[in-house]
């Protein structure tokens, strides 16, 4: 079949010329289209719920909300795990899928069983489900900065809410704008319990009233002088003063307004999030969520350039300045692969020059080189395979061999040509154009068969990257990808448009033998006298190898273990852990003053510090967990010398603060890290158990333990159970006395004590919350708490105190469940890139020094749990693949003695691999990969050798 394409081809050249001009326009046309990003987006299909439940905390949220979603979504088709985070005010649930399963066809199941939940929740309760989005969508992050100090907090806050954030959300391919840090304007109505009491209102019924006194209606049409006039009764609150004079009873024929009952006044709503840029203080930012699937280069360049269009829109003073923008990286990184796939083709196309010794001949190689990597973008763009350091980093890995399979042809059609041509000078003759033609298409035809054999072994070689599951199979399958489709277009144009050229330019009278040529004959002068003395001293030479062998492969067992090494992303991610039940004014403080320091370093473009979360159900940090965005300048601007590993350290030694337990990461990399296992480090332990405060205690002798453990630079164990609650226990028995039930002594905590959203005010494009709750000195300790009025049936009113028991204890700040089990994490920070190696000693110390009660349990987890598993199935992988790959060579040379001629030299090769070791070079999937690689080529190289021996 090769040999009738060969010919094929060969009679219809002007078609092949075409067909190869149509693949050069339909790989431009796909390069310009196919999505750009720093990374593969390797993050899980996952489907987020967010509840909101104002004003609850945690183990109320957890018992009535996250526990019955997450029951219901465990029995969901294709659902691989279920997680939960339960948190003040907020409620999330992480559905994860298989591998496989469409994001949208996620969605709709996580819907549909949401619909089983109908009458189990709170009233007042919705669930909704996050933006089709992933972790490592925030793609650009921005502030809103006053610089003319116009406006305040609570006015940029709107800015942001009611213009900016609608006007990017328009971009194509954003799924969302979230919100964070500055104010909600509130319109609060502060109630006197007292004046209550004197005019015998109770708050219920000043609630009712104001939610009574917000509405607008409409009373159909109207027709007057021959027009229609549509009929609207005009109500919404639009300022204080209307809610201070709405009517909430009569008192002696004279109206009791609001105002009369306390002060109504504008105030900020309850805070989950703050953000800081520079150290120069609080400040409004947004956060671009790029939609799953996009293009995040465009996504980015959108909302920049629709921020240009809104700049002018803007008040005087305001501008919006990048707190992050994942561009920088995208462009660095693809520029980066771009100019080394320049390089190596221009070095490959020299070295193809200088061997071969005559230029038409090494044009074809050269000719078909770009062809190639052109044509891969085409299945690439319809596979959605994203351009990105991975797939293309497999296009350059296989620039040298997408050249083999037509040196190979060329080769041996230069050879058999010169050598006819010589024989012909010997003999006085001349060839003639047939025979030449002739001689070239049997020497192409000749190595046809070693082709379909070399792409045979190549796509199986590849096999145990396409086998790789979950995180690491799509980290690293885009690479095999793009690799294996380069070298099967390759070889395509091997066998189509390579017998063409080779037709076409292969011509001269007077071609220069191998013999003759001085490249070849120098190395040959170099290489061919050691030849002859390892098969002289053949004992001898197998003896040395052995040695070698025995030597080197010990290393083996120093190797050290990574996922992955580190991309440096241009910027740093500052996360410190702060202890539960901090204020947010104390930790805004502290954000500031940690970013000011920060600032300081030469290095640094910009900090964009924040703490807690915005309003996405994507962020689901607590408020005791600092995210500072560090953008530093390029390194050609740093001082000689300083790596970015010293420039962590250095600022870490100035970071640190009593209470706060440090970590380093980098945005992407944290992003993927949170989502994939919810661990915000590299390396990270989870403790499961039936109890909180157990798990509290077990995570608090974890972090003693590992502190002193070589390798470690923090530990810091969840406080899950160390959050502080004022606890009203109602007194049924007293309740009962004065009539009053459970839900009329609460609503005094809900609404009078905690204040409650009655209403949304509508002002124009523009809603804002109402609140009522009693004034702050009527809640402001225990003994004020106690004294909280409350109406019973009978008309009168007691203190809370009567019916009541108000005290202190300590309770959950925060709840976490992993497939219905209690959860908590402990982040390791660490100083050393040898993850394998160092959950090997901490795992020896915790078998040495932890005892774990019944029922709870502990398992590592983080970046290190993908460099365990892929390690594990590539145990068994690779010995089938060899296997395979001997099979294959046995077919092709039919000798078992020649296929394993070709194995097991392998091993000398591999351990050139293990020499580094001393050095520090880790285990990391891509460098099994680089040895892997090694195997397969010499056994291609030797193949390809054995079929052009004369």
């Known amino acids: 079949m090769i040999e009738r394409t060969i010919d094929w081809c060969n009679a219809n050249r002007f078609l092949v010329l075409i067909g190869a001009a149509a693949l050069v326009f339909g790989g ?21 719920v967010h ?30 795990a279920v997680r939960a985070q339960t948190m003040f005010n907020d409620s999330y649930v992480f559905v994860v899928f298989e591998d496989g399963t469409g994001i949208y066809w996620a969605r709709s199941r996580v819907l549909e069983y949401m619909q089983q939940l109908q009458g189990q929740l709170p009233a007042g309760v919705h669930p909704v489900i996050g933006p089709d989005a992933t972790g490592a969508g925030w793609v650009y992050e921005y502030l809103l900065i006053d610089r003319g100090h116009n406006l305040n907090l609570a006015d940029l806050r709107s800015l942001q809410d009611w213009q900016v954030r609608y006007a990017l959300e328009t971009v194509p391919g954003v799924a969302e704008v979230a919100t964070i840090g500055g104010f909600v304007r509130q319109y609060q109505v502060k109630l006197d319990p007292n004046r209550l009491l004197a005019l015998h209102i109770s708050l219920q019924t000043v609630i009712d009233r104001i939610r009574a006194g917000n509405n607008e209606v409409g009373g159909r049409v109207l027709e007057m002088t021959g027009a229609d006039y549509l009929v609207r009764g005009v109500g919404y609150i639009r300022s204080l003063a209307d809610i201070e004079k709405i009517s909430v009873a009569t008192m002696n024929g004279t109206p009791v307004l609001v105002r009369d009952l306390g002060v109504v006044s504008y105030g900020p709503d309850l805070r989950e999030g703050v953000s800081e840029w520079n150290g120069e203080g609080e400040a409004v930012g947004g956060i671009v969520v ?7 280069l465009n996504v980015i360049k959108g909302v920049k350039a629709k921020i240009g269009e809104i700049r002018r829109s803007l008040p005087r003073g305001v501008e919006i300045v990048a707190g992050y923008d994942r561009a920088g990286l995208i462009e660095a990184s693809i520029d980066t692969l771009k100019r080394d796939l320049f390089e190596e083709a221009i070095i490959v196309s020299l070295v193809i020059i200088v061997f071969l010794f005559h230029l038409r001949s090494a044009l074809i190689p050269i000719l078909t080189l770009p062809l190639a ?18 797939s293309l980093g497999g296009l350059a890995l296989a620039v040298g061999v997408l050249v083999d399979a037509s040196i190979v042809m060329v080769e041996n059609g230069y050879r058999r040509l010169s050598h006819r041509q010589h024989e012909a000078r010997l003999a006085g003759d001349r060839i003639a154009e047939p025979e030449r033609q002739r001689l070239l298409l049997e ?22 990257v396409f086998l790789l599951e979950s995180q690491e199979g799509r980290m690293f399958r885009p690479l095999a990808d793009t690799k294996t489709l380069a070298i099967t277009f390759s070889s395509i144009l091997a066998i189509t448009i390579v017998p063409v050229l080779m037709v076409l330019l292969i011509r001269g009278r007077r071609l220069r033998p191998e013999e003759a040529n001085p490249v070849s004959r120098f190395f040959q002068a170099l290489y061919l006298p050691i030849i002859r003395r390892c098969l002289r001293h053949r004992w001898l030479t197998i003896a040395a190898n052995l040695i070698f062998l025995a030597v080197t492969l010990p290393l083996a067992f120093k190797l050290g273990s990574q996922f992955m090494p580190p991309l ?20 805004g403080d502290l954000l500031q003053k940690q970013d000011q320091i920060i600032r300081q370093f030469p290095e640094v473009e910009s900090v964009f510090g924040t703490i807690g979360r915005s309003n996405s159900a994507t962020d689901n940090a607590p408020l005791d967990m600092y995210d500072t965005t560090i953008m530093l300048k390029p390194r050609e601007q740093w001082p000689p010398g300083l790596t970015y590993e010293n420039l962590i350290s250095q600022m870490d030694a100035k970071l640190h603060f009593p209470g706060l337990s440090n970590s380093w990461t980098m945005p992407v990399e944290n992003r993927l890290d949170m989502e994939l296992t919810g661990i915000k480090t590299p390396v990270g332990i989870k403790v499961q158990g039936p109890n909180l405060d157990e798990i509290q205690r077990i995570g608090a002798e974890i972090e003693e333990i590992l502190t002193p453990v070589e390798g470690t630079r923090a530990v810091f164990a969840e406080r899950v159970s160390q959050g502080f609650y004022v606890n009203v226990v109602v007194d049924r028995d007293a309740a009962a006395r004065y009539g009053l039930t459970i839900d009329d002594v609460q609503l005094a905590i809900s609404s009078g004590i ?5 209403a949304t005010t509508i002002q124009g494009r523009e809603r804002y919350p109402i609140n009522v709750r009693y004034l702050q000195d009527y809640r402001s300790d225990l003994d004020a708490l106690r004294a909280v009025l409350i109406m019973t049936p009978a008309g009168a009113q007691i203190p809370l105190g009567e019916v009541a028991k108000v005290d202190l204890s300590p309770g959950p700040s925060m709840i976490r469940d992993e497939d219905g089990r209690l959860t ?45 598993r892929a390690r594990k199935r590539l145990l068994y992988i690779l010995p089938i693949v060899f296997a395979v790959i001997f099979v294959l060579l046995y077919m092709l040379f039919h000798s078992a003695a020649e296929a394993a001629v070709l194995i097991f030299p392998c091993l000398y090769a591999m351990t050139g691999g293990l020499v580094p070791v001393p050095d520090g070079l880790q285990l990391q999937r891509c460098r099994m990969g680089g040895l892997y690689r090694t195997v397969r080529n010499r056994g291609r190289n030797r193949r390809r050798d054995g079929h052009l021996s004369p």
């Not at 078998?847 to 009660?853: A, F, Q, S, Y």
């Open 443 to 464: 020497a192409a035809r000749q190595v046809g068969r070693p082709l379909f054999f070399s792409l045979l072994i190549i796509v199986v070689s590849f096999l145990p």
């Open 373 to 390: 990597v052109l044509a891969t973008f085409i299945p690439m763009y319809y596979f959605q395979v994203s351009s990105n350091i991975m």
């Open 28 to 48: 431009i046309w796909s390069l310009n289209l196919i999505p750009l990003d720093a990374l593969p987006d390797i993050s899980d299909v996952q489907v987020i």
């Open 824 to 868: 908590g994490y402990v982040y390791v920070d660490l100083s050393t890139n040898d993850y394998g190696g160092y959950v090997g000693r901490a795992q020896r110390v915790l078998d040495h020094k932890l005892r774990l009660p019944p029922g709870y349990t502990l398992r590592w987890s983080g970046e290190y749990e993908f460099q365990l």
């Open 51 to 80: 509840t909101e439940w104002m004003g609850q905390p945690p183990n109320i949220i957890e018992d009535q909300v996250t526990y019955p979603i997450v029951t219901a979504m465990l029995a969901a088709p294709h659902v691989k």
């Open 290 to 296: 790029m939609r799953y699937g996009q293009n995040a």
């Open 754 to 758: 905690g204040g409650e959203d009655i």
């Open 568 to 587: 440096f992303e241009g910027s740093a991610l500052f996360m410190p852990t702060a202890l539960p039940g901090i204020s947010i004014a104390s930790a």
